[in-house]
């Protein structure tokens, strides 16, 4: 849900009807809705359709408008975070809230905690839980590190839930909201006189300049990153040796009022002085499309010269980087003047003396040239016709440093969360479909299968990102070729996009092959049907696998490298149940159709095989019911299954049953990844190692910056609670209450639509 289409009310006279609203409680409704019903004319009395926050229910009234005033988001944002309502209805009749609103991350404060006020910093400013399908916003807290004396009286080290929002030492955090905060000294400089101050000094200060500023009693320096405007005041982004958290290598965003020009020279010793080391080239060769380093606060960052030229009110020739990764501040503008092109946070601006040729190659000249020649050759649809070569999966030991984080993953963009899933599930730790990107396939195609291994493949296991304009690329490519009209704007179904790329791109050989009847039918992918008289409750994939094929009457062909099955559902919205247990394993043994199976009871070489004995609550909950001669003898002279009609199973030739009982190699398939929906958005979760606990979860569009013209943020966070879950008994596992689960484990639970198992042995064939 995108906070910002929704237009929020507090209610402030209590409506006729329902009777339990309370006073102060905030609701919203879409501003289309909003619009429609024009509400905002003057004398216009009516009822307008909204749903109140933090309700465990989407319900919707109609309340009428004389009993409710008109929030902004930012406004909602800070009352949603008091509680009682009536106390923030206090607030916001005296509209002592509105003070609270220019607060800035570094302000020293005071906070009210248990009838104490204790002296802290603000070091976080946002919200401390996750957005809802009911909650489009859950209120904005303050996170205040507590200063000696108070320090040691708080309750946290920056973290709420499992995630961390600032660090701290232990006990010295605490959360807050607005109306428990206070600042330390008045501001100093009026609001007024600081728009003033910031109008004047926005004309001198630019991306690129030296600045310095004095912050927590000591004077720090600074490389000006970006300048904007945010409710009318000037915000400067600073690259700096230290964060606002006195961490090596970060950056600081501060009012511009607070900002000086220049470089600080101070006779006293006892100030912090933090200069980032900036060092002037003297490469004559760097020239547009150069590849560069420049070393700002945070250490060093890479990318490629786009513009050279001089900025209004410049003297000093200026440079626009398109870096490698989404450290900068723009798109290739500065104050609204377009320069360069590049994706969002992709773009910084410095001196072309801070530059100097990237010290990772050797030739810059010949690695550009090189670059160049393949783009040109793949636009005039000339392929490179050299051995294609891939990063291998991620490893266990490597997850840590490489994906887990914001930024990481697959960066979702315009409905491609099916297919970011899709791909992040198959390819980060994974290497059982690795033939689809080296698979001769037409030249009409080759661009498609090039993108998936060089821009998306390549790069999330190498530097654990992949970029949204590559997907769109990707998506783009598949619409041009004919293979659907919406991939580029469309939600599609996992399977349907995985079904066009193997099958009719790269012509890959069906993963699965089924015998039924005695023909052998393939496929890709496998849903699993249930009939209606399933016994079932909280089933594992192992007994939804094998009732679908009793029901169905199929058996394995053969043992399939890489099996992908889609969870039963009543169409596409419902579920059939409200959990599902991973099967970490799945024993395909008994599936298959041809090979020696063992008898059930004593072991030995099974010769038959009881349909009507699967059912059977006397024997196991799993496992086709097979049976030696001697056995199924017995079994079936019980007078309750008289009836059955037990039939002869294949005896592979040359098998010869020595009269012991058997030990066969099992055929086992193992979990690598489960694909998720909830209210049609996709989400994976990924097995990356042997233990039960390692499991990380990913989503496309975790977070997103900007408007309509902003961008996806996707992270991968570590999910071992889903480890504790899969440890517990059926039964205990029954007992959970999904919203009081752990972590992300609720939706692996209870939201998976489509199960990854991989053979280890057969991968290494196909």
Same mark, same amino acid.
């Given at each position: 849900?995108?906070?910002?289409?929704?237009?929020?009310?507090?209610?402030?006279?209590?409506?006729?009807?329902?009777?339990?609203?309370?006073?102060?409680?905030?609701?919203?409704?879409?501003?289309?809705?909003?619009?429609?019903?024009?509400? /905002?004319?003057?004398?216009? @009395?009516?009822?307008?359709?909204?749903?109140?926050?933090?309700?465990?229910?989407?319900?919707?009234?109609?309340?009428?408008?004389?009993?409710?005033?008109?929030?902004?988001?930012?406004?909602?944002?800070?009352?949603?975070?008091?509680?009682?309502? !009536?106390?923030?209805?206090?607030?916001?009749?005296?509209?002592?809230?509105?003070?609270?609103?220019?607060?800035?991350?570094?302000?020293?404060?005071?906070?009210?905690?248990?009838?104490?006020?204790?002296?802290?910093?603000?070091?976080?400013?946002?919200?401390?839980?996750?957005?809802?399908?009911?909650?489009?916003?859950?209120?904005?807290?303050?996170?205040?590190? +507590?200063?000696?004396?108070?320090?040691?009286?708080?309750?946290?080290?920056?973290?709420?839930?499992?995630?961390?929002?600032?660090?701290?030492?232990?006990?010295?955090?605490?959360?807050?909201?607005?109306?428990?905060?206070?600042?330390?000294?008045?501001?100093?400089?009026?609001?007024?006189?600081?728009?003033?101050?910031?109008?004047?000094?926005?004309?001198?200060?630019?991306?690129?300049?030296?600045?310095?500023?004095?912050?927590?009693?000591?004077?720090?320096?600074?490389?000006?990153?970006?300048?904007?405007?945010?409710?009318?005041?000037?915000?400067?982004?600073?690259?700096?040796?230290?964060?606002?958290?006195?961490?090596?290598?970060?950056?600081?965003?501060?009012?511009?009022?607070?900002?000086?020009?220049?470089?600080?020279?101070?006779?006293?010793?006892?100030?912090?002085?933090?200069?980032?080391?900036?060092?002037?080239?003297?490469?004559?060769?760097?020239? +547009?499309?150069?590849?560069?380093?420049?070393?700002?606060?945070?250490?060093?960052?890479?990318?490629?010269?786009?513009?050279?030229?001089?900025?209004?009110?410049?003297?000093?020739?200026?440079?626009?980087?398109?870096?490698?990764?989404?450290?900068?501040?723009?798109?290739?503008?500065?104050?609204?003047?377009?320069?360069?092109?590049?994706?969002?946070?992709?773009?910084?601006?410095?001196?072309?003396?801070?530059?100097?040729?990237?010290?990772?190659?050797?030739?810059?000249?010949?690695?550009?040239?090189?670059?160049?020649?393949?783009?040109?050759?793949?636009?005039?649809?000339?392929?490179?016709?050299?051995?294609?070569?891939?990063?291998?999966?991620? /490893?266990?030991?490597?997850?840590?440093?490489? +994906?887990?984080?914001?930024?990481?993953?697959?960066?979702?963009?315009?409905?491609?969360?099916?297919? !970011?899933?899709?791909?992040?599930?198959?390819?980060?730790?994974?290497?059982?479909?690795?033939?689809?990107?080296?698979?001769?396939?037409?030249?009409?195609?080759?661009?498609?299968?090039?993108?998936?291994?060089?821009?998306?493949?390549?790069?999330?296991?190498?530097?654990?990102?992949?970029?949204?304009?590559?997907?769109?690329?990707?998506?783009?490519?598949?619409?041009?070729?004919?293979?659907?009209?919406?991939?580029?704007?469309?939600?599609?179904?996992?399977?349907?996009?995985?079904?066009?790329?193997?099958?009719?791109i790269l012509v890959l050989e069906p993963l699965l092959k089924l015998s039924a009847a005695g023909k052998v039918q393939e496929s890709y992918c496998y849903q699993?049907?249930?009939?209606?008289?399933?016994?079932?409750?909280?089933?594992?994939?192992?007994?939804?696998?094998?009732?679908?094929? @009793?029901?169905?009457?199929?058996?394995?062909?053969?043992?399939?490298?890489?099996?992908?099955?889609?969870?039963?559902?009543?169409?596409?919205?419902?579920?059939?149940?409200?959990?599902?247990?991973?099967?970490?394993?799945?024993?395909?043994?008994?599936?298959?159709?041809?090979?020696?199976?063992?008898?059930?009871?004593?072991?030995?070489?099974?010769?038959?095989?009881?349909?009507?004995?699967?059912?059977?609550?006397?024997?196991?909950?799993?496992?086709?019911?097979?049976?030696?001669?001697?056995?199924?003898?017995q079994v079936h002279s019980h007078p309750q299954r008289l009836s059955h009609q037990p039939a002869a199973l294949e005896v592979p030739k040359g098998y010869i049953?020595?009269?012991?009982?058997?030990?066969?190699?099992?055929?086992?398939?193992?979990?690598?990844?489960?694909?998720?929906?909830?209210?049609?958005?996709?989400?994976?979760?990924?097995?990356?190692?042997?233990?039960?606990? !390692?499991?990380?979860?990913?989503?496309?569009?975790?977070?997103?910056?900007?408007?309509?013209?902003?961008?996806?943020?996707?992270?991968?966070?570590?999910?071992?609670?889903?480890?504790?879950?899969?440890?517990?008994?059926?039964?205990?596992?029954?007992?959970?209450?999904?919203?009081?689960?752990?972590?992300?484990?609720?939706?692996?639970?209870?939201?998976?639509?489509?199960?990854?198992?991989?053979?280890?042995?057969?991968?290494?064939?196909?």
């Amino acid at each position: 849900m995108n906070p910002s289409d929704y237009v929020y009310f507090i209610i402030t006279k209590r409506p006729e009807n329902p009777l339990h609203i309370k006073l102060g409680s905030i609701c919203y409704t879409r501003e289309f809705t909003y619009n429609t019903h024009n509400v /905002s004319q003057p004398g216009r @009395h009516a009822k307008l359709p909204v749903t109140f926050l933090k309700s465990l229910t989407n319900l919707i009234y109609n309340i009428d408008v004389i009993c409710m005033e008109k929030l902004s988001l930012e406004e909602a944002d800070f009352l949603l975070a008091c509680e009682p309502e !009536d106390e923030r209805l206090h607030w916001f009749r005296d509209n002592a809230f509105q003070a609270s609103l220019g607060l800035t991350v570094g302000t020293n404060v005071m906070v009210k905690e248990e009838d104490e006020m204790l002296m802290g910093v603000i070091r976080y400013i946002g919200p401390i839980l996750e957005p809802d399908y009911v909650n489009p916003i859950r209120g904005r807290f303050f996170g205040i590190e +507590l200063q000696k004396p108070d320090k040691g009286k708080g309750k946290t080290n920056g973290s709420f839930g499992s995630k961390t929002f600032f660090l701290c030492e232990k006990n010295c955090g605490i959360f807050a909201p607005f109306s428990r905060v206070k600042p330390l000294v008045p501001t100093p400089v009026s609001p007024s006189m600081a728009q003033l101050h910031s109008q004047q000094q926005a004309q001198n200060i630019f991306p690129g300049d030296n600045v310095y500023f004095f912050i927590d009693g000591k004077y720090r320096y600074g490389i000006v990153l970006d300048i904007q405007e945010d409710g009318g005041q000037h915000i400067v982004q600073i690259s700096t040796d230290k964060d606002e958290n006195g961490k090596r290598g970060g950056e600081i965003k501060l009012p511009l009022y607070m900002v000086n020009k220049g470089e600080f020279l101070s006779g006293s010793g006892s100030m912090d002085i933090d200069i980032p080391p900036v060092e002037a080239h003297t490469d004559l060769s760097i020239s +547009l499309n150069s590849v560069v380093e420049v070393t700002l606060g945070k250490g060093n960052s890479y990318g490629i010269i786009r513009w050279i030229g001089r900025l209004p009110g410049r003297e000093d020739k200026m440079v626009g980087l398109e870096l490698e990764e989404a450290c900068g501040v723009s798109d290739g503008t500065v104050h609204g003047v377009r320069y360069f092109d590049c994706p969002p946070k992709r773009a910084l601006f410095v001196k072309l003396m801070s530059c100097r040729p990237d010290s990772r190659f050797q030739n810059i000249s010949a690695q550009n040239n090189m670059m160049l020649e393949l783009d040109k050759n793949e636009e005039d649809g000339n392929h490179d016709t050299r051995k294609l070569e891939t990063v291998p999966p991620i /490893s266990t030991e490597q997850v840590e440093k490489l +994906l887990i984080g914001r930024m990481k993953g697959i960066q979702g963009h315009c409905n491609s969360c099916y297919m !970011d899933s899709a791909l992040f599930g198959l390819f980060s730790c994974s290497s059982v479909l690795d033939s689809m990107l080296f698979k001769a396939t037409t030249p009409q195609d080759a661009p498609i299968q090039r993108i998936l291994l060089h821009d998306i493949v390549n790069p999330l296991r190498s530097k654990g990102f992949v970029q949204g304009q590559h997907i769109m690329r990707f998506r783009e490519q598949l619409q041009k070729h004919g293979y659907c009209q919406s991939f580029t704007t469309d939600e599609k179904d996992p399977e349907e996009f995985l079904i066009i790329v193997m099958h009719h791109i790269l012509v890959l050989e069906p993963l699965l092959k089924l015998s039924a009847a005695g023909k052998v039918q393939e496929s890709y992918c496998y849903q699993i049907f249930l009939d209606q008289n399933h016994s079932l409750v909280l089933p594992t994939v192992q007994q939804l696998l094998e009732h679908s094929f @009793h029901s169905g009457g199929l058996k394995l062909a053969e043992v399939p490298s890489c099996l992908i099955l889609q969870m039963p559902r009543f169409g596409k919205k419902f579920k059939m149940f409200s959990k599902i247990i991973p099967s970490l394993e799945l024993d395909i043994t008994d599936l298959l159709s041809e090979g020696p199976q063992q008898c059930i009871m004593c072991g030995h070489m099974a010769v038959e095989e009881c349909a009507d004995c699967f059912k059977e609550p006397v024997f196991s909950q799993t496992g086709f019911k097979v049976f030696c001669k001697t056995c199924s003898t017995q079994v079936h002279s019980h007078p309750q299954r008289l009836s059955h009609q037990p039939a002869a199973l294949e005896v592979p030739k040359g098998y010869i049953d020595r009269g012991i009982p058997h030990s066969l190699t099992r055929d086992r398939l193992e979990l690598f990844a489960v694909l998720c929906i909830e209210t049609s958005h996709y989400v994976s979760f990924v097995k990356h190692g042997p233990n039960t606990r !390692d499991w990380i979860f990913f989503d496309s569009m975790a977070d997103r910056e900007g408007e309509r013209d902003g961008f996806n943020i996707p992270e991968v966070q570590a999910c071992p609670e889903v480890g504790m879950y899969l440890e517990m008994s059926p039964a205990e596992l029954a007992n959970q209450v999904p919203r009081d689960m752990k972590g992300v484990a609720k939706r692996l639970f209870c939201d998976a639509y489509m199960y990854l198992y991989r053979s280890t042995s057969m991968c290494l064939y196909r």
